[in-house]
């Protein structure tokens, strides 16, 4: 695997991470007013701070990859980084919260799947995978839904 094709199992990783670490500070939520106003916009704030890293990283993540896996709009995640960067004050609650309850479900699926694929193309190998599920950093990620065998992962 080439250092370029490794960055984007990583970057992979960190945008499951990222979406974890959503559906965790937002599992009780059932609304997008509460979703806003959670904790004194604690909840928000964060969310907001994770999808600007999932665009982020897939920014970084090879054209080429982005270009296999066209059924991920990448340009949109990006986009929409770059709103949350320059727009901070005049995004949408009730937007951000359609993200969260639907969009991100369907990216998780996504993610996991090309990492599925890739592994079983021998483009990204199970040593990253295994560094990565015995990194505490990636706690949110649910190694079970990439098939990723306990036994190989020692």
């Keep these: 695997m080439s250092p370029s094709e490794k960055g984007d199992l990583v970057y992979l990783l960190n945008i499951l991470q990222y979406i974890g670490k959503i ?20 909840v928000f704030d964060a969310t907001l701070h994770l999808l600007l890293n999932i665009g ?8 080429t990859t982005r270009q296999e896996y066209s059924n991920i709009d990448w340009q949109k995640i990006i986009n929409f980084r770059n709103i949350i960067v320059h727009e901070y004050t005049g995004i949408d609650h009730i937007v951000v919260y ?16 090309i990492i599925i694929d890739r592994l079983n193309k ?3 190998d ?8 015995n990194n505490r ?8 839904e990439i098939n990723v065998p306990t036994a190989s992962c020692r």
């Excluded at 969260?100 to 996991?112: A, D, G, R, S």
């Design 23 to 42: 559906e965790k500070f937002t599992e009780k939520i059932k609304d997008a007013e509460t979703f806003f106003l959670q904790d004194d916009q604690i």
């Design 56 to 63: 982020e990283n897939a920014k970084k993540i090879k054209s």
């Design 98 to 113: 359609n993200i969260v309850t639907t969009e991100l479900k369907l990216l998780k699926q996504k993610i996991e799947n």
């Design 122 to 124: 021998g483009i990204f």
């Design 126 to 133: 199970m040593e990253t995978i295994a560094v990565c599920k």
């Design 137 to 144: 950093y990636y706690q949110f990620v649910d190694f079970e």
